[in-house]
Nanobody, 125 residues
Framework: QVELVESGGGLVQAGGSLTLSCTAS????????MAWFRQAPGNEREFVAT????????YYSDSVKGRFTISRDNAKNTVYLQMNSLKPEDTAVYYC??????????????????WGQGTQVTVSS
């Protein structure tokens, strides 16, 4: 079992920046890819970014490419999402997720075995 806890959400003005963190505990000896998803009210949970266990490969949705950066520090069992040039449409609850499968990148929620509780990001215009 892997437990994931997100932090770093909050309220920011459009054009601003936030960094989200997700720390894993439990069976952290397992190698797994990590991802960020987000869900706005009334919408389905959507893929944002993912990173391989090694950290060498990343993949982004078109809506955040060039503005967001995913990274990880395996020594700290933590994955980050640096969000720059935030827009009101980035407002959502952001979730981190872990996948122990070998296929990568995985963009659908059903393939991720472990999820955090989410952290709210609100971007004001």
């Amino acid at each position: 079992q892997v437990e994931l806890v997100e932090s770093g959400g909050g309220l920011v003005q459009a054009g601003g920046s936030l960094t989200l963190s997700c720390t894993a505990s439990g069976r952290t000896s397992i190698t797994y890819a990590m991802a960020w998803f987000r869900q706005a009210p009334g919408n389905e949970r959507e893929f944002v970014a993912t990173i391989r266990w090694s950290g060498r490969s990343t993949y982004y949705s078109d809506s955040v490419k060039g503005r967001f950066t995913i990274s990880r520090d395996n020594a700290k069992n933590t994955v980050y999402l640096q969000m720059n040039s935030l827009k009101p449409e980035d407002t959502a609850v952001y979730y981190c997720a872990a996948d122990v499968g070998v296929t990568w990148p995985v963009l659908t929620t059903d393939r991720y075995e472990y999820w955090g509780q989410g952290t709210q990001v609100t971007v004001s215009s």
